[in-house]
């Protein structure tokens, strides 16, 4: 097992010692799948609004390849499709039919365990768990077709409030350890199973499957410095990134057939009066996920609260679940404001010693916050940030005096850089 430890950029969130842990049983009677979470195909809807769906059901395939989809992740009614900029999709809204036990029910697919990467690709994107790989560069959708040189599976935790994957997976490693010998189908050349935990969460019985341990700074738990330390994209051909819930779902569908929407989902942050885990499907509405956490003032009232899908560094306001996350973030309106989240009103940059470390690959920060804010498409390339996402610079937005959100910067020169190439 490699080891690495990370000291540069903001240390990882952490909740308060004294803070009890509880897990809830939620009824989620709405939620819905966000286009911005899927990047790369041009989706379009195979359901209208008032259609009655299945879990499992397809709802959304690619305009130039039918068959990459997004598939509904409980049974009930399509109540809002909305679109944005050139038609493109920003939310399928869906009621759920929660109280009925049939609402989550797994589908069942036809397979046979695949023994190539063929058999595979074509289950997975049936069932829909395609899109649960991420490419880098640029963070799309991949390309069934392409050849991927290595994979990497994230199984760190970005917050005290996330899930703890060595936790979960001491019941759940027979499926772990399939998702992990499947995915190692796709992979040209290695995966990489990428940790905090001291012990091994898989067995290392492959010869391509490695295994590394991240412990220090924030940027520790991250993907991309995950692919920096280990392998740095090189040639044309673009590696890809994964969840450890996701690896989970892949280790189910290969073996039983059916695929889980359900994901484990942790909740904390400075507006929370406890800490909690529920179990809910992806896309999930949080204020219903939130109902009764928030904390009260000294005076009993309740304290103005935001709703961050995802941790406090890199998670943005929102009304559902985002994909790729796997914890929510209450905290104050004054606090979402001091990051600059969504603040595209820059003013100057000051440098100053907390921006020096702010990066972990080794790029200056101060040239590639000045290149991001001038849409220097070719600085910012040369200074290797086609190879990061939002997360990545996530930690400039809290230690920059200029008020800029760096990670909204960073996906639109991603998205004029990715068009470019293709």
């Known amino acids: 097992m490699q080891n690495f430890t990370f000291r540069n950029g903001i240390a990882a969130p952490s909740p308060e010692p004294d803070q009890p842990f509880v897990e809830l049983d939620r009824k989620i009677n709405a939620l819905a799948l966000l286009g911005e979470n899927f990047r790369g195909p041009k989706w379009k809807p195979v359901v209208a609004v008032g259609d009655r769906i299945a879990c499992g059901d397809q709802i959304l395939c690619d305009r130039h390849n039918s068959n990459i989809t997004l598939v509904s992740p409980a049974s009930g009614e399509i109540t809002a499709i909305e679109r944005g900029a050139r038609r493109s999709i920003q939310r399928i809204a869906i009621k759920a039919n929660a109280p009925e036990p049939s609402c989550f029910e797994k589908r069942r697919y036809d397979h046979a365990p695949p023994t190539d990467r063929e058999a595979l690709v074509r289950l997975l994107l049936s069932s829909g768990l395609w899109t649960a790989f991420k490419t880098r560069p640029f963070g799309l959708v991949p390309d ?4 991927i040189p290595a994979i990497f599976i994230n199984a760190c935790c970005k917050s005290g409030n996330s899930p703890d994957p060595a936790k979960m997976l001491q019941e759940e490693f027979r499926w772990f350890a399939a998702g992990v010998d499947a995915i190692g189908l796709l992979a040209e050349e290695a995966v990489f ?21 991240f412990s220090g700074a924030y940027c520790s738990a991250l993907s991309g410095t995950h692919v920096h330390a280990l392998r740095p994209q090189t ?4 590696v890809l990134t994964v969840d450890w819930q996701d690896t989970l779902a892949i280790g189910r569908l290969v073996n039983t057939g059916t695929v889980s929407w359900r994901r484990q989902v942790g909740i904390g942050g400075d507006n929370a009066g406890t800490r909690a885990v529920a179990t809910v499907p992806v896309g999930s509405d949080l ?4 109902t009764g956490l928030r904390k009260k003032s000294n005076f009993g009232s309740k304290r103005s609260m935001t709703v961050l899908s995802g941790d406090p560094v890199s998670g943005v306001p929102a009304a559902y679940l985002h994909r790729f996350d ?3 973030t209450l905290t104050s309106k004054r606090d979402v404001d001091v990051s600059g989240r969504g603040n595209l009103r820059i003013n100057a940059i000051t440098p100053y010693g907390a921006l020096i470390d702010a990066l972990p ?12 804010t001038a849409h220097d498409l070719e600085t910012v390339e040369a200074l290797g940030a086609d190879k990061m996402l939002e997360a990545d610079v996530a930690q400039l937005s ?5 008020g800029a959100d760096y990670g909204v910067l960073l996906r639109h020169a991603l998205d004029e850089l990715a068009e470019a190439r293709s």
Do not use: E, H, W, Y
């Open 398 to 402: 809290r230690v920059c005096t200029s």
């Open 193 to 213: 199973v990428c940790q905090q935990a001291a012990q091994p969460l898989c067995n290392n019985n492959g010869r391509k499957l490695r295994i590394a341990r």
């Open 361 to 372: 690959f080794g790029q200056p920060a101060l040239p590639l916050m000045r290149a991001l």
């Open 287 to 290: 204020k219903a996920l939130a």
């Open 235 to 238: 040639g044309t051909n673009p």
């Open 326 to 328: 796997d914890v929510v």
């Open 144 to 147: 069934p077709p392409k050849p």
